[in-house]
């Protein structure tokens, strides 16, 4: 019984074709030629070692950024709307690698609560926001880190009139939060291993957290160390507030791509290196024309009078100098923004290079 | 002649019609399907994890007010998301029920013949209503914070009440086991209250003589287990909360984010309830009140008895919508940092697990079930006082 319906589909199939098997045959060809047309096109797509960030980049003549966009010293646009910060510079340096010229991005405020679905839907093409690398976020969010711009730790603000000297002495205390942070976590945990209790008050944004703190809603604000000295600019007294000295946590900030552009992240990544080394080696803003007739072979490597390195990236061999030439190196923005020329005056701490006690390293261009 | 076209049967068309919904069904659930099935391949594609698998993970962070036991170090993200669910019917519930009240007051209000009262009335309801949520609801907030005293400089009220800006703080009962006699002698005066508004109703048919049935219920439901209360030597007691080195701690706390919010949503939603209220009672006609006047009711009596039962069936259905408004609304408490569902749930867990797509699917169905259960009550109240038609 089963036999029968495909012997009759057989027939018929064979009376067709001796129809119309010119035509049919013609048809063949012409879509297997096709799908054989697009495999091929496929196939160079995954093997050529271009990005499609980086083309949709070029293409578009603009890097899009994720930024803080209300954080002093990291992120935020000055009364004229031109953006200032640490994490800015890393995408000013990231559009002079590409187009030789800093300015040609376009910042996106974000807050920690949007910031990672913005580069998964690909809204951004970087997420440079002091943003904490940790291994969930790294394994289970479709995005990669690429490198730590700023290693930093989790403190506590309050206000002097509390007569407060240390984190382990709030026991029962209100702390006002940012939601979406690793900074909610990681208050829970300190006051629960050291047996204290306390008030937990999170709010959506930073910007609301600290207007609270301000007015007294709670008697302590916490987040990084490093926003501390940003957010305690804003508040409406200033001199009335110290940062506690206890570091609760680690917070290695750095920015992050989309997973599976494995070139972009490369380039992501050798443009914060490239800043790094450019210290090491003394380049700076200003002599980095002069050293352009250096003999020293790490100097001649890293500014592409030597080598080739900026080419498998897609980008120029003279990269790293169109970085340096636009932003300087990793000290010089450091200063600038955060440092002894910023009001924030943050010391380099463990962003010292590890040639001086701190935990900056770039690895070798070679 | 048989050529003329005959109409369906009407077996044919029923067929007919429940084959096209079926494959409306059909077409709908597919796309539902299809659509989910593709954003678990991009999700994949993406490296991002998905499945609710999340769920029962520990949560790790705070929530500033919890209705069921909660704590960082070991509650679930599930247990998190009962939080604020939670914390969202609260206000919802409060907020309602407060909404109509002051809806119903400022609406028969602006009906007053008081010109001062009308346009008091009027006064509020254009103010209230033109003016968006959200501002009302960071105006409350920021009225509340900044007007409130610091710790040190706290008010106490009498009986234990402490104010500040850190909320209000209230002394919490605590019960004693004698206290089940009260809770038996609340249950007796409630049943003998309903016992008597069966004999009073029964008394009136018969009769046409009403009792003062509210105040003789109010008097026994209050009254005796007060009594009682007293008579026993006091099965309550009560934990005072203390002014402690940063916070008051111990009793009943209300935030100022809950206090603020839900006083925002209520004003602002009884600005549209009076008006749903006025709408209703001027649909009745004047010819019921003349008829009721002539029978020689009282204007108080006429409005309880008369108008207001006739107004609700008209009343009903908006009011309805303005409850699953204010319900909705309730979600603008993440501005201010309530704990509500949107806050908690759609907001930390969604950050820490990194599962937007399964946190939002779930935050939706959860608004979409308290909106229905909510209309399917009011439409079966609706049901209740519709006309019967004699």
């Known amino acids: 019984m089963g036999d029968k319906p495909s012997a009759r589909l057989i027939v018929g199939a064979s009376g067709a074709r001796l129809l119309l098997k010119g035509l049919v045959m013609k048809r063949f060809a012409r879509a297997l030629g096709f799908a054989m047309g697009l495999a091929i096109l496929l196939g160079f797509g995954t093997q050529a070692a271009s990005s499609q960030t980086l083309k949709a980049v070029q293409d578009r003549g603009q890097l899009i950024c994720g930024a803080n966009g209300t954080l002093a010293g990291f992120g935020l646009p000055d009364p004229q709307g031109n953006w200032t910060g640490f994490d800015v510079d890393f995408c000013r340096a990231i559009a002079a690698a590409i187009f030789n010229d800093p300015t040609k991005v376009k910042f996106v405020p974000l807050t920690a609560a949007n910031r990672f679905t913005a580069l998964q839907s690909g809204e951004v093409d970087v997420l440079a926001r002091n943003t904490t690398w940790t291994m969930s976020r790294d394994t289970s969010l479709g995005i990669d880190f690429a490198a730590v711009n700023y290693y930093d730790g989790q403190g506590f603000m309050v206000r002097k009139s509390l007569k407060v000297n240390s984190a382990l002495e709030l026991n029962d205390a209100a702390v006002c939060v940012q939601q979406g942070t690793t900074t909610e976590l990681n208050l829970a945990d300190y006051f629960r291993s050291n047996n204290m209790s306390l008030k937990t008050v999170t709010f959506a944004t930073a910007d609301e957290a600290v207007k609270a703190y301000d007015s007294s809603r709670c008697d302590s604000y916490t987040t990084d160390s490093s926003a501390l000295y940003g957010e305690r600019l804003r508040l409406a007294d200033p001199g009335a507030h110290i940062v506690l000295p206890e570091i609760i946590s680690k917070e290695p900030l750095s920015p992050a791509v989309r997973q599976g552009d494995d070139t972009w992240e490369d380039i992501v990544r050798w443009v914060h290196h490239a800043m790094i080394n450019a210290e090491e080696l003394g380049v700076n803003q200003k002599n980095v024309d002069d050293m352009l007739k250096s003999s020293a072979p790490d100097i001649r490597r890293l500014l592409g009078v030597e080598g080739q390195f900026g080419e498998p990236l897609g980008l120029s061999n003279d990269w790293a100098y169109r970085i340096i030439k636009a932003v300087g190196n990793y000290g010089e923005s450091f200063e600038r923004n955060v440092g002894q020329g910023s009001p924030l005056k943050i010391a380099r701490g463990l962003n010292a290079l590890w040639t001086k006690g701190g935990l900056q390293y770039g690895l070798p261009v070679r | ?390």
């Open chain 2, 1 to 390: 002649m048989s050529d003329i076209a005959q109409p369906p049967s009407r077996k044919a068309r029923r067929f007919g019609n429940i084959a096209l919904q079926a494959g409306l069904v059909a077409i709908v659930g597919g796309i539902a399907y299809a659509a989910m099935v593709n954003a678990a391949q991009n999700l994949a594609q993406a490296h991002i994890a998905s499945g609710f698998g999340f769920w029962n993970n520990t949560a790790g962070f705070d929530i500033s007010q919890t209705l069921i036991a909660y704590s960082s170090s070991t509650s679930t993200f599930g247990r998190a998301f009962w939080v604020g669910l939670l914390n969202t019917l609260l206000v919802a519930g409060i907020g309602i029920a407060l909404a109509t009240v002051l809806g119903f007051i400022v609406g028969l209000g602006r009906l007053s013949r008081n010109w001062l009262v009308a346009k008091l009335a009027a006064g509020y309801v254009e103010l209230i209503r033109n003016v968006p949520l959200l501002l009302q609801i960071l105006f409350w907030y920021n009225a509340v914070l900044k007007s409130l005293p610091e710790l040190r400089d706290s008010v106490a009220f009498s009986g234990g009440i402490i104010l500040n800006n850190r909320g209000l703080f209230l002394p919490r009962p605590e019960f004693a086991a004698s206290f089940r006699y009260v809770l038996i002698t609340l249950f007796v005066a409630v049943a003998a209250a309903i016992a008597l508004r069966v004999w009073a109703r029964r008394r009136q048919e018969q009769t046409g003589q009403r009792a003062p049935l509210l105040w003789i219920a109010l008097a026994l439901i209050i009254g005796l287990p007060l009594g009682f209360t007293l008579l026993t030597d006091l099965p309550i007691r009560f934990s005072y909360p203390q002014s402690g080195r940063f916070n008051v701690l111990g009793g009943i706390e209300i935030l100022p984010e809950f206090a603020a919010l839900l006083a925002a949503l209520s004003i602002y939603t009884a600005a549209f309830i009076a008006e749903v209220v006025r709408a209703g009672v001027l649909a009745v006609s004047p010819g019921q009140t003349e008829a009721a006047q002539a029978l020689g009711l009282r204007p108080g009596t006429t409005l309880r008895l008369v108008v207001v039962p006739q107004a609700m069936r008209v009343i009903v259905p908006p009011l309805t919508s303005q409850y699953l408004n204010l319900i909705k609304n309730s979600s603008l408490a993440v501005a201010i940092g309530y704990p509500d569902l949107v806050q908690v749930f759609a907001g930390s867990v969604l950050n820490i697990t990194g599962q937007a797509v399964e946190v939002i699917a779930i935050t939706m169905a959860v608004y979409l079930a308290i909106s229905l259960v909510t209309s399917l009550i009011m439409n079966l109240y609706g049901h209740a006082i519709a006309v019967v038609e004699r």
